[in-house]
């Protein structure tokens, strides 16, 4: 069973009803995957949240898992960061999304491919 960590990016297709996205999602969890989202991931749609959709989100993360930011994802992210900021723009935000695909093992469902540079992270493509 493979863990799968969506990024912000990609909750906001499937809050906007990206069907073919959706259907990915669905296609995943029938399969057997198990979908998790960081809690930067959560803020970073509650602070984008539309009037009206907060039922809609709040169904949405009842469905997921979520990983935990620990200490350790911390200074993996510092890490990433130390590497990649300057060569790749990687911000925070980012750095803490892929620590926690790398430690809990995880392939990450993005779209922004440019912000993960690392090579110690698997990326999720459809």
Known sequence: MTKILLDSDVIIAVLRRDQRVKDEL???EESGHQIYYTPIAKAE???GMREGEEE???AFFSDCLSFDITDETG???GRYLKQ???SHGTEIADALVAAAASLNNA???TFNHKHYPMKDIKIYKI
């Open 26 to 28: 669905r296609a995943l």
């Open 107 to 109: 392939e990450l469902f």
């Open 75 to 77: 200074e993996t992210a």
């Open 45 to 47: 749609i509650y602070h």
């Open 84 to 86: 990649y900021q300057e």
């Open 56 to 58: 809609l989100v709040k």
